[in-house]
Protein backbone atom coordinates (compact mmCIF):
# COMPACT_ATOMS: atom_id res chain seq x y z
CA UNK A 1 0.00 0.00 0.00
CA UNK A 2 1.51 3.20 -1.57
CA UNK A 3 1.55 6.79 0.78
CA UNK A 4 -1.24 7.91 -1.73
CA UNK A 5 -3.77 4.79 -1.19
CA UNK A 6 -2.99 5.13 2.75
CA UNK A 7 -3.53 9.30 2.73
CA UNK A 8 -6.59 8.83 1.42
CA UNK A 9 -7.57 5.78 2.41
CA UNK A 10 -7.13 7.41 6.08
CA UNK A 11 -9.50 10.40 5.10
CA UNK A 12 -12.05 7.94 4.14
CA UNK A 13 -12.23 5.78 6.87
CA UNK A 14 -12.63 8.69 9.59
CA UNK A 15 -15.52 10.09 7.35
CA UNK A 16 -16.96 7.33 7.06
CA UNK A 17 -17.53 6.47 11.18
CA UNK A 18 -18.35 10.61 11.15
CA UNK A 19 -20.78 9.76 8.43
CA UNK A 20 -22.38 6.75 9.80
CA UNK A 21 -22.50 7.62 13.64
CA UNK A 22 -24.70 10.85 12.29
CA UNK A 23 -27.06 9.10 10.01
CA UNK A 24 -27.27 6.30 12.86
CA UNK A 25 -28.12 8.82 15.76
CA UNK A 26 -30.78 11.01 13.33
CA UNK A 27 -32.19 7.56 12.77
CA UNK A 28 -31.94 6.24 15.96
CA UNK A 29 -33.70 9.44 17.86
CA UNK A 30 -36.65 9.51 15.41
CA UNK A 31 -37.02 5.50 15.90
CA UNK A 32 -37.24 6.21 19.57
CA UNK A 33 -39.88 8.83 19.80
CA UNK A 34 -41.61 5.54 19.15
CA UNK A 35 -41.34 4.40 21.70
CA UNK A 36 -41.33 7.36 24.51
CA UNK A 37 -44.79 6.23 25.54
CA UNK A 38 -43.53 3.26 27.23
CA UNK A 39 -41.68 5.12 30.23
CA UNK A 40 -44.78 7.30 30.29
CA UNK A 41 -47.69 5.18 30.34
CA UNK A 42 -46.41 1.56 31.05
CA UNK A 43 -43.70 2.30 33.25
CA UNK A 44 -39.98 1.02 31.40
CA UNK A 45 -36.96 1.93 32.92
CA UNK A 46 -34.78 4.25 30.76
CA UNK A 47 -31.90 1.43 30.68
CA UNK A 48 -34.98 -1.22 29.08
CA UNK A 49 -35.67 1.57 27.16
CA UNK A 50 -32.49 2.52 25.39
CA UNK A 51 -31.29 -1.46 25.03
CA UNK A 52 -34.89 -1.69 23.42
CA UNK A 53 -33.64 1.35 21.13
CA UNK A 54 -29.92 -0.17 20.28
CA UNK A 55 -31.19 -3.43 19.20
CA UNK A 56 -33.02 -1.87 16.23
CA UNK A 57 -29.15 -0.29 14.93
CA UNK A 58 -28.61 -2.99 12.84
CA UNK A 59 -31.36 -3.06 10.96
CA UNK A 60 -30.36 0.60 10.21
CA UNK A 61 -26.69 -0.13 9.28
CA UNK A 62 -27.84 -2.42 6.78
CA UNK A 63 -29.58 0.78 4.81
CA UNK A 64 -26.98 3.46 6.10
CA UNK A 65 -23.63 1.78 5.67
CA UNK A 66 -23.76 1.93 1.44
CA UNK A 67 -25.18 5.50 1.72
CA UNK A 68 -22.68 6.63 4.23
CA UNK A 69 -19.73 5.13 1.91
CA UNK A 70 -21.07 6.51 -1.27
CA UNK A 71 -21.64 10.31 0.44
CA UNK A 72 -17.87 10.25 1.92
CA UNK A 73 -16.70 8.92 -1.27
CA UNK A 74 -18.44 11.61 -3.45
CA UNK A 75 -16.60 14.56 -0.69
CA UNK A 76 -13.37 13.21 -0.31
CA UNK A 77 -12.72 12.46 -4.16
CA UNK A 78 -14.19 15.77 -5.12
CA UNK A 79 -12.07 17.17 -2.68
CA UNK A 80 -8.75 15.44 -4.34
CA UNK A 81 -9.94 17.05 -7.81
CA UNK A 82 -10.51 20.57 -6.52
CA UNK A 83 -7.18 20.28 -5.02
CA UNK A 84 -5.58 19.15 -8.01
CA UNK A 85 -4.23 15.96 -6.18
CA UNK A 86 -5.58 13.53 -8.91
CA UNK A 87 -4.57 15.96 -11.60
CA UNK A 88 -1.15 15.21 -10.35
CA UNK A 89 -1.35 11.24 -9.92
CA UNK A 90 -2.59 11.41 -12.95
CA UNK A 91 0.15 13.08 -14.65
CA UNK A 92 2.61 10.37 -12.29
CA UNK A 93 1.23 7.60 -15.10
CA UNK A 94 -1.61 6.45 -12.21
CA UNK A 95 -4.50 4.47 -13.57
CA UNK A 96 -8.05 4.83 -12.71
CA UNK A 97 -7.83 1.47 -10.98
CA UNK A 98 -4.85 2.73 -8.62
CA UNK A 99 -6.61 6.15 -7.74
CA UNK A 100 -10.15 4.09 -6.69
CA UNK A 101 -7.81 1.55 -4.70
CA UNK A 102 -8.94 3.51 -1.43
CA UNK A 103 -12.58 3.33 -1.77
CA UNK A 104 -12.47 0.06 -3.32
CA UNK A 105 -10.93 -1.29 -0.42
CA UNK A 106 -12.68 0.68 2.13
CA UNK A 107 -15.73 -0.74 0.35
CA UNK A 108 -14.83 -4.69 0.51
CA UNK A 109 -14.44 -3.76 4.54
CA UNK A 110 -18.27 -2.39 4.18
CA UNK A 111 -19.46 -5.45 2.18
CA UNK A 112 -18.39 -7.65 4.34
CA UNK A 113 -19.92 -5.61 7.20
CA UNK A 114 -22.85 -5.94 5.38
CA UNK A 115 -23.03 -9.79 5.12
CA UNK A 116 -21.98 -10.14 8.68
CA UNK A 117 -25.19 -7.91 9.66
CA UNK A 118 -27.63 -9.39 7.35
CA UNK A 119 -26.62 -13.24 8.16
CA UNK A 120 -26.17 -13.20 12.16
CA UNK A 121 -26.57 -9.50 13.63
CA UNK A 122 -29.99 -8.46 12.44
CA UNK A 123 -32.07 -11.49 12.92
CA UNK A 124 -30.35 -11.79 16.10
CA UNK A 125 -30.89 -8.49 17.30
CA UNK A 126 -34.26 -8.09 15.52
CA UNK A 127 -35.56 -10.81 17.23
CA UNK A 128 -34.41 -10.18 20.58
CA UNK A 129 -35.90 -6.65 19.93
CA UNK A 130 -39.12 -7.98 18.92
CA UNK A 131 -39.66 -10.30 21.65
CA UNK A 132 -39.03 -7.73 24.54
CA UNK A 133 -41.19 -5.68 22.59
CA UNK A 134 -43.83 -7.98 22.84
CA UNK A 135 -43.49 -8.71 26.23
CA UNK A 136 -43.25 -5.12 27.43
CA UNK A 137 -46.80 -4.91 25.28
CA UNK A 138 -48.40 -7.89 26.87
CA UNK A 139 -46.89 -7.44 30.29
CA UNK A 140 -46.32 -3.98 30.74
CA UNK A 141 -49.88 -3.23 31.83
CA UNK A 142 -49.46 -5.66 34.35
CA UNK A 143 -46.71 -4.01 36.34
CA UNK A 144 -47.65 -2.90 39.44
CA UNK A 145 -46.77 0.79 40.34
CA UNK A 146 -46.39 1.22 44.13
CA UNK A 147 -48.77 3.36 45.94
CA UNK A 148 -50.84 3.89 43.15
CA UNK A 149 -54.14 1.56 42.49
CA UNK A 150 -53.46 -0.56 38.99
CA UNK A 151 -56.91 -1.66 36.90
CA UNK A 152 -56.15 -4.89 35.28
CA UNK A 153 -59.53 -5.60 33.38
CA UNK A 154 -61.58 -7.23 36.73
CA UNK A 155 -59.10 -6.87 39.04
CA UNK A 156 -57.33 -3.95 41.18
CA UNK A 157 -54.08 -4.05 42.47
CA UNK A 158 -52.27 -1.84 44.87
CA UNK A 159 -49.12 -1.72 46.28
CA UNK A 160 -47.48 0.12 49.19
CA UNK A 161 -43.91 -0.27 48.16
CA UNK A 162 -41.55 -2.06 45.58
CA UNK A 163 -38.11 -3.22 47.22
CA UNK A 164 -35.25 -2.83 44.56
CA UNK A 165 -34.77 -6.51 44.32
CA UNK A 166 -38.90 -6.64 43.17
CA UNK A 167 -40.81 -7.72 45.80
CA UNK A 168 -44.17 -6.09 46.39
CA UNK A 169 -44.69 -5.53 50.31
CA UNK A 170 -48.18 -4.40 51.36
CA UNK A 171 -50.58 -5.85 48.39
CA UNK A 172 -54.14 -5.24 48.03
CA UNK A 173 -56.19 -6.77 45.55
CA UNK A 174 -59.67 -6.72 44.33
CA UNK A 175 -61.02 -9.60 42.20
CA UNK A 176 -64.37 -9.50 40.63
CA UNK A 177 -64.00 -11.30 37.67
CA UNK A 178 -66.96 -13.58 39.05
CA UNK A 179 -69.78 -11.20 39.80
CA UNK A 180 -71.59 -13.22 42.30
CA UNK A 181 -68.43 -13.90 44.55
CA UNK A 182 -65.69 -11.06 44.51
CA UNK A 183 -62.70 -11.78 46.42
CA UNK A 184 -60.48 -9.00 48.58
CA UNK A 185 -56.58 -10.42 48.53
CA UNK A 186 -54.28 -8.96 51.22
CA UNK A 187 -50.49 -10.31 51.87
CA UNK A 188 -47.78 -8.22 54.00
CA UNK A 189 -45.90 -9.14 50.47
CA UNK A 190 -45.62 -11.01 47.30
CA UNK A 191 -44.14 -11.23 44.10
CA UNK A 192 -45.37 -10.59 40.28
CA UNK A 193 -44.07 -14.34 38.68
CA UNK A 194 -44.16 -15.21 34.74
CA UNK A 195 -44.99 -18.27 33.95
CA UNK A 196 -45.92 -19.91 30.17
CA UNK A 197 -49.65 -20.55 31.34
CA UNK A 198 -49.64 -16.64 32.39
CA UNK A 199 -48.93 -13.80 34.93
CA UNK A 200 -49.40 -14.64 39.03
CA UNK A 201 -49.23 -12.67 42.12
CA UNK A 202 -47.91 -14.89 44.49
CA UNK A 203 -48.15 -13.94 48.22
CA UNK A 204 -47.32 -14.40 51.47
CA UNK A 205 -48.51 -13.63 55.10
CA UNK A 206 -52.05 -12.47 53.69
CA UNK A 207 -55.76 -13.55 53.54
CA UNK A 208 -58.62 -14.22 51.48
CA UNK A 209 -61.90 -12.48 51.80
CA UNK A 210 -65.44 -13.42 49.75
CA UNK A 211 -68.81 -12.32 50.54
CA UNK A 212 -71.61 -14.40 49.36
CA UNK A 213 -73.91 -11.86 47.79
CA UNK A 214 -77.04 -14.22 48.51
CA UNK A 215 -76.16 -14.28 51.69
CA UNK A 216 -74.43 -11.68 52.90
CA UNK A 217 -72.04 -14.04 54.40
CA UNK A 218 -68.01 -13.02 55.11
CA UNK A 219 -65.59 -15.70 55.00
CA UNK A 220 -62.06 -15.54 55.30
CA UNK A 221 -59.31 -17.30 54.78
CA UNK A 222 -55.65 -16.99 56.37
CA UNK A 223 -52.83 -18.05 54.09
CA UNK A 224 -48.73 -18.41 54.31
CA UNK A 225 -49.02 -18.41 50.46
CA UNK A 226 -51.65 -17.92 48.05
CA UNK A 227 -51.62 -17.22 43.99
CA UNK A 228 -53.57 -15.01 42.61
CA UNK A 229 -54.29 -15.95 38.73
CA UNK A 230 -53.99 -13.58 35.91
CA UNK A 231 -53.53 -15.62 33.07
CA UNK A 232 -56.99 -14.66 31.70
CA UNK A 233 -56.34 -10.64 31.28
CA UNK A 234 -53.67 -11.06 28.40
CA UNK A 235 -50.28 -11.59 29.78
CA UNK A 236 -47.66 -15.04 29.06
CA UNK A 237 -48.07 -17.11 26.94
CA UNK A 238 -51.72 -18.37 27.50
CA UNK A 239 -52.64 -14.66 25.22
CA UNK A 240 -51.75 -15.96 22.28
CA UNK A 241 -48.42 -16.89 20.49
CA UNK A 242 -46.49 -14.33 18.63
CA UNK A 243 -45.55 -14.69 14.93
CA UNK A 244 -41.89 -13.69 13.70
CA UNK A 245 -41.53 -11.64 10.96
CA UNK A 246 -38.97 -12.51 8.01
CA UNK A 247 -36.23 -10.12 9.36
CA UNK A 248 -35.74 -11.95 12.43
CA UNK A 249 -35.26 -15.37 10.52
CA UNK A 250 -31.65 -16.99 9.67
CA UNK A 251 -31.74 -17.29 5.68
CA UNK A 252 -32.56 -21.40 6.06
CA UNK A 253 -35.75 -20.31 7.81
CA UNK A 254 -36.58 -17.64 5.27
CA UNK A 255 -35.46 -20.07 2.19
CA UNK A 256 -37.63 -22.71 3.53
CA UNK A 257 -40.76 -20.54 4.27
CA UNK A 258 -44.55 -22.04 3.62
CA UNK A 259 -47.28 -21.44 4.39
CA UNK A 260 -48.39 -22.56 7.95
CA UNK A 261 -49.63 -21.01 11.33
CA UNK A 262 -46.86 -18.91 11.40
CA UNK A 263 -46.72 -17.47 7.84
CA UNK A 264 -49.43 -17.14 5.43
CA UNK A 265 -49.80 -18.06 1.81
CA UNK A 266 -49.40 -14.23 0.48
CA UNK A 267 -46.06 -13.76 2.65
CA UNK A 268 -44.38 -16.74 1.62
CA UNK A 269 -43.10 -14.61 -1.46
CA UNK A 270 -42.07 -11.95 1.17
CA UNK A 271 -40.22 -14.50 3.35
CA UNK A 272 -38.43 -15.80 0.11
CA UNK A 273 -37.42 -12.51 -0.84
CA UNK A 274 -36.05 -11.40 2.49
CA UNK A 275 -33.75 -14.06 1.84
CA UNK A 276 -32.24 -12.95 -1.24
CA UNK A 277 -31.89 -9.49 -0.35
CA UNK A 278 -29.78 -10.65 2.75
CA UNK A 279 -27.45 -12.09 -0.20
CA UNK A 280 -27.78 -9.39 -2.42
CA UNK A 281 -28.10 -6.69 -0.61
CA UNK A 282 -24.62 -5.54 1.01
CA UNK A 283 -23.25 -5.52 -2.68
CA UNK A 284 -24.86 -2.07 -3.27
CA UNK A 285 -21.88 -0.60 -1.21
CA UNK A 286 -19.91 -2.00 -3.58
CA UNK A 287 -22.11 -0.66 -6.90
CA UNK A 288 -22.08 2.50 -5.39
CA UNK A 289 -18.38 3.00 -4.89
CA UNK A 290 -17.97 2.60 -8.13
CA UNK A 291 -20.72 4.66 -9.24
CA UNK A 292 -19.13 7.51 -7.26
CA UNK A 293 -15.73 7.03 -8.60
CA UNK A 294 -16.72 6.58 -12.18
CA UNK A 295 -17.87 10.23 -11.92
CA UNK A 296 -14.90 11.30 -10.01
CA UNK A 297 -11.99 9.46 -11.47
CA UNK A 298 -12.79 8.52 -14.54
CA UNK A 299 -15.16 12.11 -15.35
CA UNK A 300 -13.17 14.96 -17.10
CA UNK A 301 -11.85 17.05 -15.08
CA UNK A 302 -12.92 20.26 -14.20
CA UNK A 303 -10.86 23.53 -13.17
CA UNK A 304 -13.85 24.47 -11.55
CA UNK A 305 -16.36 22.48 -9.97
CA UNK A 306 -17.85 18.64 -9.88
CA UNK A 307 -21.23 20.16 -9.34
CA UNK A 308 -22.24 17.89 -12.94
CA UNK A 309 -20.58 14.40 -12.02
CA UNK A 310 -22.02 14.81 -8.43
CA UNK A 311 -25.69 15.45 -9.53
CA UNK A 312 -25.79 12.80 -11.72
CA UNK A 313 -24.14 10.23 -9.69
CA UNK A 314 -26.54 10.87 -6.69
CA UNK A 315 -29.78 10.86 -9.32
CA UNK A 316 -28.41 6.93 -10.06
CA UNK A 317 -28.06 5.99 -6.73
CA UNK A 318 -31.40 7.84 -5.42
CA UNK A 319 -32.72 5.69 -8.93
CA UNK A 320 -31.32 2.32 -7.40
CA UNK A 321 -32.49 2.80 -3.89
CA UNK A 322 -35.90 3.64 -5.28
CA UNK A 323 -35.92 0.80 -7.85
CA UNK A 324 -34.80 -1.54 -5.16
CA UNK A 325 -38.13 -1.02 -3.16
CA UNK A 326 -40.43 -1.74 -6.51
CA UNK A 327 -37.89 -4.50 -7.20
CA UNK A 328 -39.09 -6.40 -3.76
CA UNK A 329 -42.91 -5.96 -4.04
CA UNK A 330 -42.79 -7.13 -7.91
CA UNK A 331 -40.36 -10.27 -6.91
CA UNK A 332 -42.63 -11.12 -4.04
CA UNK A 333 -45.43 -11.65 -6.35
CA UNK A 334 -43.70 -13.58 -9.11
CA UNK A 335 -40.87 -15.39 -7.64
CA UNK A 336 -39.37 -16.80 -10.81
CA UNK A 337 -38.07 -12.76 -11.09
CA UNK A 338 -35.98 -13.23 -8.37
CA UNK A 339 -32.43 -12.67 -10.48
CA UNK A 340 -33.94 -9.61 -11.18
CA UNK A 341 -32.70 -9.05 -7.24
CA UNK A 342 -29.58 -9.92 -8.06
CA UNK A 343 -29.01 -8.01 -11.50
CA UNK A 344 -29.81 -5.01 -10.03
CA UNK A 345 -27.16 -5.44 -7.03
CA UNK A 346 -24.64 -6.71 -9.70
CA UNK A 347 -24.91 -4.11 -12.81
CA UNK A 348 -23.57 -1.12 -11.78
CA UNK A 349 -21.00 -3.10 -10.44
CA UNK A 350 -20.22 -4.41 -13.77
CA UNK A 351 -20.36 -1.03 -15.74
CA UNK A 352 -18.89 0.70 -13.46
CA UNK A 353 -16.08 -1.63 -12.88
CA UNK A 354 -15.57 -1.79 -16.35
CA UNK A 355 -15.26 1.91 -16.89
CA UNK A 356 -12.54 1.91 -14.32
CA UNK A 357 -10.76 -0.94 -15.59
CA UNK A 358 -9.68 1.19 -18.79
CA UNK A 359 -6.78 2.76 -19.60
CA UNK A 360 -6.52 6.51 -18.71
CA UNK A 361 -6.80 8.93 -20.94
CA UNK A 362 -5.12 12.36 -19.21
CA UNK A 363 -3.13 13.63 -21.86
CA UNK A 364 -0.39 16.55 -20.50
CA UNK A 365 -0.99 19.74 -22.28
CA UNK A 366 1.11 20.41 -24.96
CA UNK A 367 3.52 23.10 -23.86
CA UNK A 368 3.39 26.76 -25.95
CA UNK A 369 4.84 27.50 -28.89
CA UNK A 370 6.75 30.67 -28.78
CA UNK A 371 6.73 33.45 -31.09
CA UNK A 372 9.98 34.56 -33.03
Not at 118 to 127: D, F, G, I
Request: charge should be positive.
Amino acid sequence: MNGFTRYVLRQLVVGMILVTAGLSCIIWLSQSLRFVEMIVNQGVSIVTFVYLTMLMLPSFLTIILPIALFCIILFIYSKLNSDRELVVMRAAGQSHLALAKPALFLSALVVLLGYVLNLYLLPTSYKTFRELQWEIRNYSHILLKEGAFTNISSVTVYVRERSTDGQLLGILAYDRRDPKKPETWMAAKGALVETDSGARVVMFDGNRQTVDKETNKLSILYFDQGILDLKELGGGGGSGTRHREARERTLGELFDAKPSEDISVGDVGKFIVEGHKRLASPLTALGFTLIGLYFLVCGNFSRHTQTRQITISVIIVVGLLVSALGLENIVAKNLKLVPLIYIHALLPILVAGFALLRPPKFKLPKPASLST
